[in-house]
């Protein structure tokens, strides 16, 4: 069962425990964190697991860009989000983080699964440890020390936010499948959006899908900064768990228990 344990504020900082990866004054994590992830230079101890995992390729024509660029925008998402949590005094979600980073870097050789997998765990965290409202306040300082998006800002926030995760390879393709009515005005978002996505790189956790990046993409784009929340639709997913029909509202950021994850529908 989930934990019931959730923080909605910041907390004052722990004492210093041995027995956790809390950083130490002074040093920088989450670019330490990016760096390993890029590099593939993380720690592993002696016997452990150096066989390569089930992922899929970020690209199936086998471009080496891609994957990159896939690697590149989730260790700077998850720096960011690392980054928000620690200014947020959060440090059961922090210390929860670098153990998983840790725990996957012992089992992961391979950079790009490293890198979905550091992002399944800070979802994981900020849903397990966070409240909704905390998870919206952290994804939205998070999504503030993210780059300006190179788009204009005119752009509708839900359709450049998939695009952008459709360029790094985090989904193969999605489609805008909402009603019959007019489309939102260009930049303002007024009704949810509804979508099919195919092939998400992020596979589904104790009953639950990490829609952290779509949050963190959708508020860079959104004119008023606004905190997206993510459900997916019951009986529109595959039992693999990479193709789905979900429900964006960027005005119900506690939509599904918060922004950073969604629930798998009954069925699916």
Same mark, same amino acid.
């Given at each position: 069962?989930? %934990?019931?344990?959730?923080?909605?504020?910041?907390?004052?900082?722990?004492?210093?425990?041995?027995?956790?990866?809390?950083?130490?004054?002074?040093?920088?994590?989450?670019?330490?964190?990016?760096?390993?992830?890029?590099?593939?230079?993380?720690? /592993?101890?002696?016997? +452990?697991?150096?066989?390569?995992?089930? /992922?899929?390729?970020?690209?199936?024509?086998?471009?080496?860009?891609?994957? /990159?660029?896939?690697?590149?925008? *989730?260790?700077?998402?998850?720096?960011?989000?690392?980054?928000?949590?620690?200014?947020?005094?959060?440090?059961?979600?922090?210390?929860?983080?670098?153990?998983?980073?840790? @725990?996957?870097?012992?089992?992961? %050789?391979?950079?790009?699964?490293? *890198?979905? *997998?550091?992002?399944?765990?800070?979802?994981?965290?900020?849903? /397990?440890?966070?409240? $909704?409202?905390?998870?919206?306040?952290?994804?939205?300082?998070?999504?503030?020390?993210?780059?300006?998006? $190179?788009?204009? %800002?005119?752009?509708?926030?839900?359709?450049?936010?998939?695009?952008?995760?459709?360029?790094?390879?985090?989904?193969? +393709?999605?489609?805008?499948?909402?009603?019959? +009515?007019?489309?939102?005005?260009?930049?303002t978002p007024d009704d949810d959006a509804t979508l099919r996505i195919s092939g998400y790189a992020l596979s589904p956790t104790d009953g639950r899908v990490a829609t952290l990046p779509a949050a963190l993409e959708v508020c860079r784009r959104d004119p008023r900064g606004r905190i997206a929340g993510t459900a997916l639709l019951a009986a529109a997913g595959d039992s693999a768990g990479s193709d789905w029909w979900?429900?964006?509202?960027?005005?119900? $950021? @506690?939509?599904?228990?918060?922004? %950073?994850?969604? @629930?798998? $529908?009954?069925?699916?």
């Amino acid at each position: 069962s989930r %934990s019931t344990g959730r923080d909605d504020g910041a907390r004052a900082p722990a004492p210093d425990d041995p027995e956790t990866f809390a950083p130490d004054d002074g040093e920088e994590p989450p670019d330490e964190l990016s760096d390993r992830i890029v590099d593939g230079t993380a720690h /592993r101890r002696a016997g +452990g697991d150096e066989g390569s995992t089930d /992922r899929r390729p970020a690209d199936e024509a086998g471009g080496r860009g891609r994957a /990159r660029d896939r690697v590149e925008f *989730c260790h700077a998402a998850a720096a960011a989000t690392f980054e928000a949590l620690s200014a947020g005094g959060h440090d059961r979600a922090e210390s929860a983080v670098m153990d998983a980073y840790f @725990s996957h870097a012992e089992r992961v %050789s391979d950079p790009d699964d490293l *890198c979905l *997998c550091l992002l399944e765990a800070m979802a994981a965290a900020l849903d /397990r440890h966070l409240g $909704p409202t905390a998870q919206a306040a952290v994804v939205a300082d998070a999504a503030e020390r993210l780059p300006d998006p $190179p788009e204009p %800002s005119a752009a509708d926030p839900v359709d450049a936010a998939f695009d952008r995760l459709a360029a790094v390879g985090l989904v193969e +393709g999605y489609e805008r499948v909402d009603g019959a +009515g007019p489309p939102p005005r260009a930049g303002t978002p007024d009704d949810d959006a509804t979508l099919r996505i195919s092939g998400y790189a992020l596979s589904p956790t104790d009953g639950r899908v990490a829609t952290l990046p779509a949050a963190l993409e959708v508020c860079r784009r959104d004119p008023r900064g606004r905190i997206a929340g993510t459900a997916l639709l019951a009986a529109a997913g595959d039992s693999a768990g990479s193709d789905w029909w979900v429900r964006v509202d960027p005005q119900a $950021p @506690s939509l599904d228990g918060g922004p %950073s994850t969604a @629930s798998v $529908p009954a069925g699916n």
